[in-house]
Nanobody
Framework: QVQLVESGGGLVQAGGSLRLSCAAS????????MGWFRQAPGKEREFVAA????????YYADSVKGRFTISRDNAKNAVYLQMNSLKPEDTAVYYC????????????????WGQGTQVTVSS
Protein backbone atom coordinates (compact mmCIF):
# COMPACT_ATOMS: atom_id res chain seq x y z
CA GLN A 1 0.00 0.00 0.00
CA VAL A 2 0.94 3.63 -0.37
CA GLN A 3 -0.32 6.72 1.42
CA LEU A 4 -0.55 9.98 -0.50
CA VAL A 5 -0.57 13.51 0.89
CA GLU A 6 -1.05 16.55 -1.33
CA SER A 7 0.15 20.06 -0.56
CA GLY A 8 0.72 23.37 -2.28
CA GLY A 9 -2.82 24.47 -2.95
CA GLY A 10 -4.07 27.97 -2.23
CA LEU A 11 -5.61 31.13 -3.59
CA VAL A 12 -4.06 32.71 -6.67
CA GLN A 13 -5.10 35.33 -9.20
CA ALA A 14 -5.85 34.40 -12.79
CA GLY A 15 -2.64 34.14 -14.77
CA GLY A 16 -0.67 33.07 -11.73
CA SER A 17 1.10 29.83 -10.90
CA LEU A 18 1.05 27.15 -8.24
CA ARG A 19 3.05 23.98 -7.72
CA LEU A 20 1.29 21.05 -6.12
CA SER A 21 3.22 18.29 -4.43
CA CYS A 22 2.20 14.74 -3.61
CA ALA A 23 4.26 12.92 -1.00
CA ALA A 24 4.07 9.14 -0.99
CA SER A 25 4.80 6.92 1.98
CA UNK A 26 4.64 3.21 2.52
CA UNK A 27 5.45 1.32 -0.65
CA UNK A 28 7.73 3.45 -2.82
CA UNK A 29 6.05 5.62 -5.41
CA UNK A 30 8.29 4.21 -8.15
CA UNK A 31 6.07 1.10 -7.99
CA UNK A 32 3.10 3.10 -9.28
CA UNK A 33 2.00 5.15 -12.20
CA MET A 34 0.69 8.44 -10.85
CA GLY A 35 -2.07 10.83 -11.76
CA TRP A 36 -3.62 14.13 -10.80
CA PHE A 37 -7.37 14.62 -10.85
CA ARG A 38 -9.57 17.54 -9.83
CA GLN A 39 -13.12 18.04 -8.69
CA ALA A 40 -14.99 21.30 -8.81
CA PRO A 41 -18.18 21.88 -6.78
CA GLY A 42 -21.12 20.08 -8.33
CA LYS A 43 -18.96 18.33 -10.92
CA GLU A 44 -17.45 14.90 -11.30
CA ARG A 45 -13.82 14.23 -10.57
CA GLU A 46 -11.87 14.66 -13.79
CA PHE A 47 -8.49 13.65 -15.10
CA VAL A 48 -5.79 16.33 -15.21
CA ALA A 49 -2.44 14.61 -15.85
CA ALA A 50 -0.60 11.33 -15.45
CA UNK A 51 2.97 10.08 -15.50
CA UNK A 52 4.41 6.60 -15.85
CA UNK A 53 6.42 5.13 -13.01
CA UNK A 54 9.66 5.64 -14.93
CA UNK A 55 8.75 9.27 -15.58
CA UNK A 56 9.32 8.71 -19.27
CA UNK A 57 5.79 9.39 -20.49
CA UNK A 58 3.26 12.01 -19.48
CA TYR A 59 -0.37 12.60 -20.40
CA TYR A 60 -2.61 15.65 -20.05
CA ALA A 61 -6.23 16.66 -20.35
CA ASP A 62 -6.79 18.97 -23.29
CA SER A 63 -7.95 21.70 -20.91
CA VAL A 64 -4.53 21.94 -19.22
CA LYS A 65 -2.17 20.95 -22.03
CA GLY A 66 0.55 23.57 -22.44
CA ARG A 67 -0.16 25.13 -19.03
CA PHE A 68 0.38 22.28 -16.56
CA THR A 69 3.40 20.00 -16.18
CA ILE A 70 3.48 16.76 -14.23
CA SER A 71 6.79 15.42 -12.97
CA ARG A 72 8.10 13.00 -10.38
CA ASP A 73 11.16 12.42 -8.25
CA ASN A 74 11.25 8.75 -7.32
CA ALA A 75 14.22 9.29 -5.01
CA LYS A 76 12.01 11.60 -2.94
CA ASN A 77 8.81 9.55 -3.42
CA ALA A 78 7.13 12.65 -4.76
CA VAL A 79 5.02 13.75 -7.69
CA TYR A 80 4.47 17.35 -8.70
CA LEU A 81 2.02 19.38 -10.75
CA GLN A 82 3.30 22.74 -11.95
CA MET A 83 0.33 24.88 -12.91
CA ASN A 84 0.92 28.04 -14.93
CA SER A 85 -1.43 30.56 -16.54
CA LEU A 86 -4.15 29.55 -14.14
CA LYS A 87 -7.76 30.32 -14.99
CA PRO A 88 -10.84 30.62 -12.76
CA GLU A 89 -12.13 27.38 -14.28
CA ASP A 90 -9.12 25.58 -12.79
CA THR A 91 -10.65 26.13 -9.35
CA ALA A 92 -11.15 22.71 -7.75
CA VAL A 93 -9.89 20.27 -5.17
CA TYR A 94 -6.87 18.54 -6.68
CA TYR A 95 -6.18 14.90 -5.89
CA CYS A 96 -3.10 12.78 -6.32
CA UNK A 97 -3.67 9.12 -7.21
CA UNK A 98 -1.57 5.99 -7.65
CA UNK A 99 -2.18 3.07 -10.00
CA UNK A 100 -0.59 -0.37 -10.03
CA UNK A 101 -2.11 -1.18 -13.42
CA UNK A 102 -0.79 1.69 -15.49
CA UNK A 103 -1.69 5.22 -16.46
CA UNK A 104 -5.26 6.05 -17.37
CA UNK A 105 -7.66 8.91 -17.87
CA UNK A 106 -10.26 7.00 -15.80
CA UNK A 107 -10.39 7.51 -12.06
CA UNK A 108 -11.54 3.91 -11.43
CA UNK A 109 -8.16 2.74 -12.74
CA UNK A 110 -6.41 4.24 -9.72
CA UNK A 111 -6.01 2.32 -6.51
CA UNK A 112 -4.93 4.91 -3.94
CA TRP A 113 -5.93 8.52 -3.39
CA GLY A 114 -4.82 11.44 -1.31
CA GLN A 115 -7.18 13.70 0.64
CA GLY A 116 -6.93 16.56 -1.85
CA THR A 117 -5.75 20.16 -1.79
CA GLN A 118 -7.89 23.17 -2.66
CA VAL A 119 -6.89 25.43 -5.54
CA THR A 120 -8.85 28.64 -5.97
CA VAL A 121 -8.21 30.97 -8.89
CA SER A 122 -9.75 34.43 -8.65
CA SER A 123 -10.63 36.50 -11.70
Amino acid sequence: QVQLVESGGGLVQAGGSLRLSCAASGRTSSSYDMGWFRQAPGKEREFVAAIRRSGGSTYYADSVKGRFTISRDNAKNAVYLQMNSLKPEDTAVYYCAASVRGTSYYRDFYDYWGQGTQVTVSS
